[in-house]
Nanobody
Framework: QVQLVESGGGLVQAGGSLRLSCTAS????????MAWYRQAPGKQRELVAT??????DYSDSVKGRFTISRDNGLNTVFLQMNSLRPEDTSVYYC???????????????WGQGTQVTVSS
């Protein structure tokens, strides 16, 4: 039906940058909202950034360093991460609220997760 594929994670030194992407494919009518979450070992999953109707929002911990954006034609959401810190080390997950072709309401879909490791 719908598949999400993430890419862009890796190992980077503190102060460096990474760009994550998440692309949706399948019988998609429209994508209403997109978001990035992260989860560090032993911690709860936390919301990092959202984009919906052109509006963006960020957690306080990443505000000013991370930028979320979307390419509607490619069904893709990006997360540009600058000035990375060791505490940003986590598995990052994309979450898309999608209306599939035959559905009457939206459903949430998750990417497989991509590891981001920031060394000090």
């Amino acid at each position: 039906q719908v598949q999400l594929v993430e890419s862009g994670g890796g190992l980077v030194q503190a102060g460096g940058s990474l760009r994550l992407s998440c692309t949706a494919s399948g019988s998609i009518s429209r994508i209403n909202a997109m978001a990035w979450y992260r989860q560090a070992p032993g911690k709860q999953r936390e919301l990092v950034a959202t984009i919906s109707d052109g509006l963006t929002d960020y957690s306080d911990s990443v505000k000013g360093r991370f930028t979320i954006s979307r390419d509607n034609g490619l069904n893709t959401v990006f997360l540009q991460m600058n000035s990375l810190r060791p505490e940003d080390t986590s598995v990052y997950y994309c979450n898309l609220r999608i209306r599939v072709a035959w559905a009457v309401r939206d459903n949430d879909y998750w990417g497989q997760g991509t590891q981001v490791t920031v060394s000090s």
